[in-house]
Structures are given as C-alpha cells and as structure tokens.
C-alpha cells in the first residue's frame, strides 16, 4: 500500500511552504552532501518543491518518480523548463536499468523519523518485506560511489495551525505496533473542512532500521547531516536480490 495524495494535492504546497519543510535549508544541505554528483533518482517527488530548489544551485539530472497523478501535474508545471524526467509509477514496481550517483527521498516514500533517541525508517508502504525488497532494489540502482539520502522528520504529533490563504491546517496521529495513522485536515476558520486525507504508515525502529539498511547491502553506518539527512554509501555493488 502507498498513499497517494489526491484529495489534499491543491493544499499541500500550502502546507510545506508554511514551515512544514524548509527547502532553501534541504536544498543547501543536500548540495554540500552531493559534492559532484549530479545523477540523482529522486523518490516521492511530490509536487517538485525540493527539486526546483536543487536545480537553482546545480546542473543535476534528476528522474522523480511519485505515484500520484495529480501531486505529478503540479510538479509538470513547476519544472516545466528544467531538465527533469517525471514518472508516475508506484516506486515498488520501479524498474530501470540506470544508475543512479544519489537517490534522495525526503518522505514520499520513506522517510527517517528521530523519535524516543533513535532515528527510525518510516514508509507509506505499509508491508514490511516490500520495504526490505525496495531498500534492497534502491541499492542495486546505486552507481559505485553512489549515495542514499533519507530526510529525517521529527516525531509526528498532534497539532493544529494557521497556514497561508486563511487556512488551518490539523493533523492526528495515532499509533499501534508499527503503524502510525495519521489525518491531514484543511479547514477555514470557520471550521469548514476544505480537504482531508487519511495515511497510514510502517516504520522499523532503530535496531531494526539499521538492520534492513545492512541487509539490503549498505554499508553499516550512518552519517547524520545536519540534522536533516540521514545519508549511507552502499557496502559493495550488488544485484537486486
């Protein structure tokens, strides 16, 4: 299962760009991290937001794979005259025969959660093999000197906000085992619901974080990066298996 963002499209850049992400800040860190790497998979593009801002620093050649159409429609125009190559595929069934100098994913896909002192692999694919069989895929399509870069989030809790236009924005969370459900809302001030999304997660905790990451063929340990990206080369070039 992924969750696709449909209902919430027309709100989300709305969401991030009120102090859900700071892409100035991603983009810079990620530039210093790549160093010369310009051949980047990106997984969960969204709606383009931290690629039109990488862009602006470096010549990279970036695919962007997302499996909602409607985030992709927007990433269409925002990127419409940057070298970019979009796709719209679940990334679980990803097949390509490129290799890739970074792949980069900052919570479309996965995501690391720093959360109870340990930092934690949080998925939309809710099936944890699938999970085990993507990390393993992901380095597979690493070229040699390659890199993987996973955005860290902080703990998911509950909240409510104004953002921009007059809208608030909410979000519930609730846990059990190693789901986590969570609920986007937009409403107006009157209370009026605009658009809602429900989502539900997998995530491995630390020691099993760090486990699937060796076993899918990384390298045993990590590099934080600025307290925004966990970053990993893999151990030895390898087949998908």
Same mark, same amino acid.
């Given at each position: 299962?992924?969750?696709?963002?449909?209902?919430?499209?027309?709100y989300?850049? #709305?969401?991030?760009? &009120?102090?859900?992400? !700071?892409?100035?800040?991603? &983009?810079?860190?990620?530039?210093n991290?790549?160093g010369?790497?310009?051949?980047?998979?990106? $997984?969960g593009? /969204?709606?383009? +937001?931290?690629?039109?801002?990488?862009?602006s620093?470096?010549?990279?050649?970036?695919? /962007?794979?997302?499996?909602?159409?409607?985030?992709?429609? $927007?990433?269409?125009?925002?990127l419409?005259?940057l070298d970019?190559? =979009?796709i719209?595929?679940?990334?679980?069934?990803?097949? *390509?025969?490129?290799?890739?100098?970074a792949?980069?994913?900052?919570?479309?896909?996965?995501?690391v959660?720093?959360?109870d /002192?340990e930092?934690?692999? %949080?998925?939309?694919? *809710?099936?944890?093999?699938?999970?085990?069989?993507?990390?393993?895929? =992901?380095?597979?399509q =690493?070229?040699?000197?390659?890199l =993987?870069? +996973?955005?860290?989030?902080g *703990?998911?809790? #509950? %909240?409510?906000?104004?953002?921009?236009?007059?809208?608030?924005?909410?979000?519930? $969370?609730?846990?059990?085992?190693?789901?986590?459900?969570?609920?986007?809302?937009?409403?107006?001030?009157?209370?009026?619901?605009?658009?809602?999304?429900?989502?539900?997660?997998?995530?491995?905790?630390?020691?099993? *974080?760090?486990?699937a990451?060796? !076993?899918?063929?990384?390298?045993?340990?990590?590099?934080?990066i600025?307290?925004?990206?966990?970053?990993?080369?893999p151990?030895?070039p390898?087949l998908?298996?």
């Amino acid at each position: 299962m992924i969750n696709e963002y449909v209902e919430i499209a027309n709100y989300y850049d #709305n969401l991030l760009t &009120s102090g859900y992400f !700071d892409f100035n800040f991603l &983009s810079n860190t990620l530039y210093n991290l790549l160093g010369a790497r310009r051949k980047v998979l990106d $997984i969960g593009i /969204g709606t383009g +937001l931290l690629t039109e801002k990488m862009l602006s620093l470096a010549n990279y050649k970036i695919v /962007g794979v997302d499996f909602s159409p409607r985030m992709l429609e $927007i990433a269409k125009k925002r990127l419409a005259n940057l070298d970019v190559k =979009l796709i719209c595929e679940d990334i679980t069934e990803f097949e *390509t025969e490129e290799k890739f100098e970074a792949i980069v994913s900052t919570g479309g896909v996965i995501c690391v959660v720093e959360e109870d /002192g340990e930092y934690r692999i %949080y998925s939309h694919i *809710t099936d944890p093999e699938k999970n085990k069989q993507l990390l393993a895929k =992901l380095h597979s399509q =690493l070229d040699e000197g390659g890199l =993987l870069a +996973l955005g860290i989030q902080g *703990t998911h809790t #509950n %909240y409510k906000k104004e953002i921009k236009d007059r809208i608030f924005y909410e979000q519930k $969370i609730k846990k059990e085992g190693n789901y986590v459900d969570k609920w986007y809302v937009f409403s107006q001030a009157n209370g009026e619901i605009k658009s809602e999304q429900f989502c539900r997660f997998y995530f491995f905790d630390g020691q099993q *974080t760090t486990q699937a990451l060796i !076993d899918a063929g990384f390298k045993q340990g990590y590099q934080i990066i600025d307290g925004k990206f966990l970053a990993l080369p893999p151990r030895t070039p390898a087949l998908y298996r």
